[in-house]
T-cell receptor, first 114, second 111 residues
Framework: ETGVTQTPRHLVMGMTNKKSLKCEQHLGHNAMYWYKQSAKKPLELMFV???????ENNSVPSRFSPECPNSSHLFLHLHTLQPEDSALYLC?????????????FGEGSWLTVV | EDKVVQSPLSLVVHEGDTVTLNCSYEVTNFRSLLWYKQEKKAPTFLFML????IEKKSGRLSSILDKKELFSILNITATQTGDSAVYLCAVTSGSARQLTFGSGTQLTVLP
């Protein structure tokens, strides 16, 4: 139990489907993140929300659409994905930092695009 | 562009051995360096280092940061098969919302 919960844990979707990944944090943090972990690549930061406002968007294709309705919940909406989008998607949270912060990760959602 | 480089990329040892994993970085406005252990699921936090020369220890694991030479090491003594994992080094910089990861060191501990 990490304090950051992601659902679903596994998702298989076709390229024409629309699905969403959900993340909930129970740590009282006010910053949330989506990361992508592909095989044999460093972890890639996708989006950062601080106080429910998107503050980072690292050149992520528009087929990924984040939503942060409140400081405890974060969604990643997926549509018309490509097979190369298959990866582990990690949600994380932290206390909005000035100075070194510790980021806590969820267990990830394994996405396979067929 | 911020950069974090880990070495070696992979390492195979036998139980009982001691290993040293390396992480060097080039970032603008360094804030902290973090070590994570990643098995089949999400990374789990090990250490956060912000000051040079102060060793952090947790059981058989220890880590130290050198802010002058821009690197950190993670030591694992008396390794066990359960230590087999990818060890990730990450650096926070700027506003500290930015977290840059290295590509990890794959450690395999054989019985």
């Amino acid at each position: 139990e990490t304090g950051v919960t992601q659902t679903p844990r596994h998702l298989v979707m076709g390229m024409t489907n629309k699905k969403s990944l959900k993340c909930e944090q129970h740590l009282g943090h006010n910053a949330m993140y989506w990361y992508k972990q592909s095989a044999k690549k460093p972890l890639e930061l996708m989006f950062v929300y601080s106080l429910e406002e998107r503050v980072e968007n690292n050149s992520v294709p528009s087929r990924f659409s984040p939503e942060c309705p409140n400081s405890s919940h974060l969604f990643l909406h997926l549509h018309t994905l490509q097979p190369e989008d298959s990866a582990l998607y990690l949600c994380a949270s932290s206390q909005d930092p000035q100075g070194g912060n510790t980021i806590y990760f969820g267990e990830g959602s394994w996405l396979t695009v067929v | 562009e911020d950069k974090v480089v880990q070495s070696p990329l992979s390492l195979v040892v036998h139980e009982g051995d001691t290993v040293t994993l390396n992480c060097s970085y080039e970032v603008t406005n360094f804030r902290s360096l973090l070590w994570y252990k990643q098995e089949k699921k999400a990374p789990t936090f090990l250490f956060m280092l912000t000051s040079s020369g102060i060793e952090k220890k947790s059981g058989r694991l220890s880590s130290i940061l050198d802010k002058k030479e821009l690197f950190s090491i993670l030591n694992i003594t008396a390794t066990q098969t359960g230590d087999s994992a990818v060890y990730l080094c990450a650096v926070t910089s700027g506003s500290a919302r930015q977290l840059t990861f290295g590509s990890g060191t794959q450690l395999t501990v054989l019985p």
